[in-house]
């Protein structure tokens, strides 16, 4: 069989454009600008409010991908979309996306990993272009965490922010695009991040909506933990599978949720900040949004050339976790 490459030949991002400084939040919640930016890296951050869903979003990062890959939506054979903040429980959000965009000759499904959303999409994705069964797949990650958030708890509200980003995923010239992924999960530590009811496990009721149990609960302290344990180990996997090694990178896109993560990463791969694509100030934890809007700026900032090695690194609710490596396209 033909080792079909498979590359990022357009990449989007919607942002809303209400934003919530930590100003904003003080006046909310017992918590300080100075606190929220020493512990995490964040300024502000950017909220959907009533009229922005998931899939509007992530619609809209949709179209600006295909724009930037010069195609059109008829050509899109599959779209994912990575979200744990679906419009509905069912139908998908990759479906509604379907037929916001009209493309009408896509299957369509959701992925729900958490943060590591895009970066499981992204892999999955990347195989339906290598085997030949699609060529060209639509890759969304988003999230409107905003909806979710207990808007009374310092400890989780002051960390996320709503948005999404895409890419398209197409063959490409044999030696770039995506060389690598390592993806992993840990379900013991599914408590420690969990959105506890509105499931099958405890459908809503006047009691779940009482005790609050319909926003995000966490564990800071061992998430941070998980995280500074896997961030690291996860690019030096994806490298290892290329016989590549971290000064082999010429870019890092990591997870926005916070500085202090990112950093502590970054040491230990001994990569230079100026090497880090940081926007965590701007728009928080955008879960699933986070690195694919990352990766939009940084390559509209002229940051990411052709030929580049980039590789991206996430981890979020599940546990999970996930690194990909690619040559820039
Ligand atoms: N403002 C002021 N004080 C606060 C706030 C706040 N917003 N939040 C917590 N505090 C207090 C705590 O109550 C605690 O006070 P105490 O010592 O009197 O009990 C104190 O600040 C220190 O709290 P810690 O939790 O120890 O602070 P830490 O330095 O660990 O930072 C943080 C907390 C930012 C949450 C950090 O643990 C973290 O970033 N964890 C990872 C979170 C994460 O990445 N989650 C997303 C996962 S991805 C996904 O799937 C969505």
């Given at each position: 069989?033909?080792?079909?490459?498979?590359?990022?030949?357009?990449?989007?991002?919607?942002?809303?454009?209400?934003?919530?400084?930590?100003?904003?939040?003080?006046?909310?919640?017992?918590?300080?600008?100075?606190?929220?930016?020493?512990?995490?890296?964040?300024?502000?951050?950017?909220?959907?409010?009533?009229?922005?869903?998931?899939?509007?979003?992530?619609?809209?990062?949709?179209?600006?991908?295909?724009?930037?890959?010069?195609?059109?939506?008829?050509?899109?054979?599959?779209?994912?979309?990575?979200?744990?903040?679906?419009?509905?429980?069912?139908?998908?959000?990759?479906?509604?996306?379907?037929?916001?965009?009209?493309?009408?000759?896509?299957?369509?499904?959701?992925?729900?990993?958490?943060?590591?959303?895009?970066?499981?999409?992204?892999?999955?994705?990347?195989?339906?272009?290598?085997?030949?069964?699609?060529?060209?797949?639509?890759?969304?990650?988003?999230?409107?965490?905003?909806?979710?958030?207990?808007?009374?708890?310092?400890?989780?509200?002051?960390?996320?922010?709503?948005?999404?980003?895409?890419?398209?995923?197409?063959?490409?010239?044999?030696?770039?695009?995506?060389?690598?992924?390592?993806?992993?999960?840990d379900?013991s530590g599914g408590d420690l991040l969990i959105?506890?009811?509105?499931?099958?496990?405890?459908?809503?009721?006047?009691?779940?909506?009482?005790?609050?149990?319909?926003?995000?609960r966490m564990n800071g302290h061992e998430v941070y933990k998980f995280?500074?344990?896997?961030?690291?180990?996860?690019?030096?996997?994806?490298?290892?599978?290329?016989?590549?090694?971290?000064?082999?990178?010429?870019?890092?896109?990591?997870?926005?949720?916070?500085?202090?993560?990112?950093?502590?990463?970054?040491?230990?791969?001994?990569?230079?900040?100026?090497?880090?694509?940081?926007?965590?100030?701007?728009?928080?934890?955008?879960?699933?949004?986070?690195?694919?809007?990352?990766?939009?700026?940084?390559?509209?900032?002229?940051?990411?050339?052709?030929?580049?090695?980039?590789?991206?690194?996430?981890?979020g609710a599940g546990l999970?976790?996930?690194?990909?490596?690619?040559?820039?396209?």
């Amino acid at each position: 069989m033909k080792n079909i490459a498979v590359g990022i030949i357009g990449t989007g991002s919607y942002l809303p454009p209400t934003i919530l400084t930590n100003r904003d939040l003080e006046k909310m919640v017992d918590t300080s600008d100075e606190w929220i930016r020493t512990r995490s890296g964040i300024m502000e951050r950017r909220i959907t409010g009533p009229d922005i869903a998931t899939s509007d979003m992530a619609a809209e990062a949709a179209r600006r991908a295909m724009d930037d890959a010069k195609i059109t939506p008829e050509e899109i054979d599959l779209i994912i979309v990575g979200t744990v903040t679906p419009d509905n429980a069912y139908p998908s959000t990759a479906c509604t996306v379907q037929r916001k965009i009209g493309a009408v000759n896509a299957a369509a499904f959701d992925l729900a990993a958490g943060c590591s959303g895009y970066m499981y999409s992204l892999a999955v994705g990347t195989q339906f272009i290598k085997t030949g069964f699609y060529k060209k797949v639509l890759v969304i990650g988003g999230d409107n965490l905003s909806k979710f958030t207990d808007w009374t708890d310092r400890a989780t509200c002051v960390l996320f922010g709503d948005g999404a980003g895409a890419a398209v995923l197409s063959e490409v010239e044999e030696g770039y695009g995506l060389l690598s992924f390592h993806l992993g999960a840990d379900g013991s530590g599914g408590d420690l991040l969990i959105l506890p009811a509105g499931g099958s496990r405890m459908p809503a009721s006047e009691e779940t909506v009482r005790q609050r149990l319909h926003y995000t609960r966490m564990n800071g302290h061992e998430v941070y933990k998980f995280a500074v344990r896997v961030m690291d180990k996860a690019v030096k996997e994806a490298l290892e599978k290329i016989g590549m090694k971290p000064e082999d990178l010429d870019y890092l896109v990591p997870h926005q949720a916070n500085i202090r993560i990112i950093n502590h990463a970054a040491r230990r791969l001994k990569i230079p900040t100026e090497k880090v694509f940081v926007n965590i100030h701007k728009y928080a934890n955008t879960s699933a949004g986070s690195i694919a809007i990352a990766l939009d700026e940084a390559k509209r900032q002229g940051m990411i050339k052709r030929g580049d090695i980039v590789a991206f690194v996430g981890f979020g609710a599940g546990l999970t976790w996930g690194a990909g490596v690619c040559r820039w396209v």
